[in-house]
C-alpha cells in the first residue's frame, strides 16, 4: 500500500520506530529534512561510507533551502591504532566543533554520520566541557597561561595561523584558530587586559568583525594539561616497551613528541589520555532519532573497520611498531545496534530484499512508491544526435504537469540554468527561474530552473514533486584531457621560472 511522508511521520511522532522502503535518488534526504522540520529534535543519520555521507549532506543542504537547519557530517577519528602518527586537522576540527556543539545546547541539529565513526570511542563529555573556555574583551587573562592551555588542547605554535587549531603569538598579539569558527581571532593585549577582539582573514590579515568575546575549544580530542604529561608518555613508553619495541626508538619518538610539545600524533593512543571513553551517543540529547540507511550495509562497514583495525594491530606488533588493539577504539557494532533500537528510529532500506533484525527491532513498515529517472536519462542519451533535442524532458515535464506536481530542473550554476531556459524556450514550456528550492507546498503544477546540488532525481507521485538533476538532463560532466601541446605549453614554463 503507498504510504505518505505524513503518516511515517505520525508514526515517528507516537515514538514507534518505523522501517521504510522504496526511497530513490535524493528522496532520502527531502524524507528527512520533512522529519526534521516537522518533529524538531535531533536527526542523527548512520549511513556506511563517508562518500555517501558527503552526498547526503549535499542532498539535504539542497532540500534545506534557505531554512536555518544545522546539518554536519560527523567523520571518523582518521588516527588509526596501528598509525597513530597520522593526524588530519580538518576532521579533528570538524568532530570537536559538532561535538561541542552538542553540549552547547543549541538548535537541535542533524548529524550525518558512519558505522565506523559511530563505533569509535571519543574524548569523554567533561574532559571537552570542561576545557572550553569564553575569552571576553576587557577581561584580565593571563597570557602565558593561555598559551599553555592551547598547547595542552592541540594547538600548534605556528609563524602565522592558517588552518584550525593554529596560534601566533607577536608582542601583545595573540591569534587562534579555534576549531570553533570559520575565521582566526586575533586577541591584543594592554596589560593583562584584552584590549579588543576580531575576526581576521588568514589569507589577507584585513578584519571581518569585530567582536567582544569567543570561545577556545580544543584543537583535538587528546587533551593534555602538563601535569598530566609525565606520567601519560611513562605510561606510553611502559606499553612500548612490553610489545618489545626497542629502547633506542621508544626514546626517539618520545623525545620528539616533548620537545616539539605536539602531542597531536596522539589521537591514535587516546586510550591512554582517558580513564573512560565516551560514544556519540553520550553527547546527544535521549530524545534523538536514529535514521540508519542500509542497515546490513552498516553492520558490515563497521565490521569491516574492526577487522582492518585488528590486522594492522598485529601487523604493527610484528613489525614493532606502537598501536594498541581495535577494542580500545571501536564498540562492537551489536552493541551500538542494541543501544540504538532500545530507542524510536527510522530503518531505510534501499534494497526492497533488504532485511536486518534483531530480537528487539519491533518496527512498523512503511512502503513508498517512488521512480527514478532512468528512462528519462536513456531517452535524453539516444536523443542527442537527433533534431528536438530536449523532447524527451519536455514530455517529462508535460506528464508530471498533467499530474499536478511541482517540477524542479536543478543546475549547479546561474550559467548552466539559464543555458537549460535558452534551451527549452523553443519547446513553450512555462518555466520560473529561482536560487533557492520553492515553497514544496505551494508550487504545484509549476516548472522551476532551481540552483543547486543533488545526487539524482526521482518522481513522488504522492508528494507531487519530480525533480531532475543536471547530470540527468545533459550527462556527468567530464573534464578535459590536456593535449600533448597543453602539457608542453606547461613544461616549458615551469623549466622558465
Known amino acids: 500500500m503507498k504510504q505518505s511522508i505524513q503518516q511515517l511521520i505520525n508514526q515517528l511522532k507516537s515514538k514507534n520506530s518505523v522501517t521504510c522502503s522504496g526511497l530513490s535518488g535524493s528522496s532520502?534526504?527531502?524524507?528527512?529534512?520533512?522529519?526534521?522540520?516537522?518533529?524538531?529534535?535531533c536527526l542523527v543519520?548512520?549511513?556506511?561510507?563517508?562518500?555517501?555521507?558527503?552526498?547526503?549532506l549535499d542532498d539535504i543542504t539542497f532540500f534545506r533551502g534557505n531554512t536555518n537547519i544545522p546539518l554536519y557530517h560527523f567523520p571518523a577519528n582518521p588516527a588509526l591504532p596501528s598509525d597513530f602518527m597520522s593526524y588530519q586537522n580538518k576532521n579533528a576540527a570538524?568532530?570537536?566543533?559538532?561535538?561541542?556543539?552538542?553540549?552547547?545546547?543549541?538548535?537541535?541539529?542533524?548529524?550525518?554520520?558512519?558505522?565506523?565513526?559511530?563505533s569509535q570511542y571519543i574524548v569523554p563529555k567533561k574532559a571537552l566541557a570542561d576545557y572550553a573556555e569564553?575569552?571576553?574583551?576587557?577581561?584580565?587573562?593571563?597570557?602565558d597561561e593561555l598559551i599553555k592551555?592551547?598547547?595542552?588542547?592541540?594547538?600548534?605554535?605556528?609563524?602565522?595561523?592558517?588552518?584550525?587549531?593554529?596560534?601566533?603569538?607577536?608582542?601583545?598579539?595573540?591569534?587562534?584558530?579555534?576549531?570553533?569558527?570559520?575565521?582566526?581571532?586575533?586577541?591584543?593585549?594592554?596589560?593583562?587586559?584584552?584590549?579588543?577582539?576580531?575576526?581576521?582573514?588568514?589569507?589577507?590579515?584585513?578584519?571581518?568583525?569585530?567582536?567582544?568575546?569567543?570561545?577556545?575549544?580544543?584543537?583535538?580530542?587528546?587533551?593534555?594539561?602538563?601535569?598530566?604529561?609525565?606520567?601519560?608518555?611513562?605510561?606510553?613508553?611502559?606499553?612500548?616497551t612490553q610489545l618489545g619495541i626497542p629502547s633506542s626508538k621508544i626514546r626517539s619518538w618520545i623525545d620528539q613528541i616533548k620537545e616539539e610539545k605536539n602531542f597531536s600524533v596522539l589521537d591514535g593512543l587516546i586510550s591512554f589520555v582517558y580513564?573512560?571513553?565516551?560514544?556519540?551517543?553520550?553527547?546527544?540529547?535521549?530524545?534523538?532519532?536514529?535514521?540508519?540507511?542500509?542497515?546490513?550495509?552498516l553492520e558490515r562497514e563497521a565490521?569491516?573497520?574492526?577487522?582492518?583495525?585488528?590486522?594492522?594491530?598485529?601487523?604493527?606488533?610484528?613489525?614493532?611498531?606502537?598501536?594498541?588493539?581495535?577494542?580500545?577504539?571501536?564498540?562492537?557494532?551489536?552493541?551500538?545496534?542494541?543501544?540504538?533500537?532500545t530507542k524510536h528510529f527510522l530503518q531505510i532500506n534501499h534494497i526492497q530484499t533488504e532485511s536486518y533484525n534483531i530480537d528487539n527491532n519491533d518496527s512498523l513498515p512503511v512502503q513508498f512508491s517512488i521512480e527514478d529517472n532512468l528512462d528519462l536519462k536513456s531517452q535524453l542519451k539516444e536523443q542527442r544526435d537527433k533534431e528536438h533535442l530536449l523532447q524527451p524532458l519536455v514530455d517529462w515535464i508535460n506528464v508530471q504537469k498533467t499530474n499536478g506536481s511541482l517540477t524542479l530542473l536543478i543546475c549547479r550554476s546561474k550559467n548552466q540554468a539559464r543555458r537549460?531556459?535558452?534551451?527549452?524556450?523553443?519547446?513553450?514550456?512555462?518555466?520560473h527561474l529561482t536560487e533557492i528550492i520553492p515553497d514544496l507546498n505551494k508550487s504545484y503544477g509549476k516548472t522551476y530552473i532551481c540552483l543547486g546540488q543533488i545526487s539524482s532525481g526521482f518522481i513522488w507521485e504522492m508528494a507531487r514533486i519530480a525533480i531532475a538533476s543536471e547530470d540527468e538532463i545533459f550527462g556527468p560532466k567530464r573534464r578535459r584531457k590536456k593535449t600533448d601541446n597543453q602539457k608542453f605549453k606547461q613544461t616549458s614554463f615551469l623549466f622558465k621560472i
Not at 580513564?275 to 550495509?297: G, H, K, Q, R, V
Not at 613489525?319 to 588493539?325: A, S
Request: aromatic letters at 10%.
Open 149 to 240: 592551555r592551547l598547547i595542552a588542547g592541540g594547538y600548534s605554535h605556528e609563524l602565522i595561523v592558517e588552518e584550525p587549531g593554529d596560534f601566533c603569538v607577536r608582542g601583545g598579539i595573540l591569534d587562534v584558530f579555534s576549531t570553533l569558527y570559520d575565521d582566526p581571532i586575533r586577541m591584543e593585549w594592554f596589560g593583562e587586559t584584552i584590549d579588543s577582539m576580531r575576526f581576521f582573514s588568514h589569507k589577507s590579515q584585513r578584519t571581518i568583525k569585530n567582536i567582544t568575546e569567543a570561545t577556545i575549544v580544543p584543537a583535538r580530542e587528546s587533551i593534555i594539561y602538563p601535569e598530566k604529561e609525565t606520567i601519560l608518555l611513562h605510561n606510553i613508553r611502559q606499553y612500548a
Open 420 to 431: 537549460l531556459e535558452s534551451l527549452l524556450k523553443p519547446y513553450s514550456v512555462d518555466l
Open 45 to 56: 543519520i548512520v549511513v556506511p561510507t563517508d562518500r555517501q555521507a558527503e552526498t547526503l
Open 275 to 297: 580513564e573512560d571513553m565516551n560514544l556519540l551517543f553520550d553527547y546527544i540529547d535521549s530524545n534523538t532519532l536514529f535514521i540508519l540507511s542500509s542497515p546490513s550495509s
Open 303 to 341: 565490521t569491516d573497520a574492526f577487522y582492518h583495525a585488528e590486522q594492522n594491530f598485529i601487523a604493527a606488533k610484528d613489525e614493532k611498531r606502537l598501536c594498541v588493539p581495535p577494542d580500545n577504539i571501536y564498540c562492537a557494532w551489536s552493541a551500538i545496534y542494541e543501544k540504538i533500537v
Open 134 to 143: 569564553l575569552i571576553i574583551q576587557g577581561e584580565d587573562i593571563n597570557r
Open 94 to 118: 570538524q568532530r570537536i566543533r559538532i561535538l561541542y556543539d552538542l553540549i552547547s545546547g543549541h538548535t537541535p541539529p542533524v548529524i550525518i554520520t558512519t558505522a565506523e565513526a559511530l
Open 28 to 41: 532520502q534526504a527531502m524524507l528527512i529534512k520533512q522529519i526534521y522540520q516537522d518533529c524538531k529534535q
